[in-house]
């Protein structure tokens, strides 16, 4: 090699165990679009352990006319994957949460103060349909914060309606959500326009959380690649992030 030639910089992959928890993930088995089984559930596991990732926050949804999971569901299908790692030797914390779709559903286990499946303390994590923006998200807001509860805003970088004026970001913030943004959308899965929302949350400091919201073993190929790897430690850095 001619002493010439120009030296190539080594780009730091990101090491995913930045992140104290993902606080955002499918993998209970057979509960929503997520792992459809227990062996689906192990695999992913695995495979956020094998990135660094050793404790998992599993959230799925709970959605009035689709997916209207409750506690005692999802805590008997964490207990399974639970005892399924134990017996397979896989050493990762696993707790559950849910994501609550703020619908007419979420409002009435509210208002009838059921309690509700937390991350930790008293933060839930919510989202909103992909079709349309809430009407009454200040209403909503209201009643979460009267209920001592601390929203999480899943992926705002997602919601289509959104992407024509990013006051509606700091709009969020201003109800009292903090937001959590998809790993995933870094690295252009979800198409350029939920890339660029994604950019511009971090780029103005507007993120509070990340997630990997995986569904399948799909997900964490892609976020396992290292040019993903290379994009997404751009964004994050050494920063430490999903500490409650």
Known sequence: MSFFSKKIKAVPEYHFANLVQDIHSHILPGLDDGAPNIEASLELVEALHDAGIKRIICT?????????NTPEKINSALGILKKECLKNGLDTDITAAAEYMLDDHFMELLR?????????????????SYATAPNNLEQISFEININ?????MAHPERYFYYHDNYDNYYRLKDLGFLLQVNLLSLIGHYG?????????????????FVGSDIHH?????????????EIIHKYLGDRIFNQF
């Open 217 to 229: 073993i799909g997900h964490i190929n892609l976020l396992t690649n290292g040019r993903n790897k």
């Open 60 to 68: 799925p949804h709970i959605i009035a006319d689709i997916y209207r």
């Open 148 to 152: 001592n509860y601390q929203p999480l």
């Open 192 to 208: 350029k326009t939920v890339t660029k929302a994604a950019q511009f949350l971090f780029k103005n400091n507007l993120v509070d």
């Open 112 to 128: 009838t103060k059921k309690p509700l499946l937390t991350l930790r303390k008293n933060y839930i994590l919510t989202e909103l």
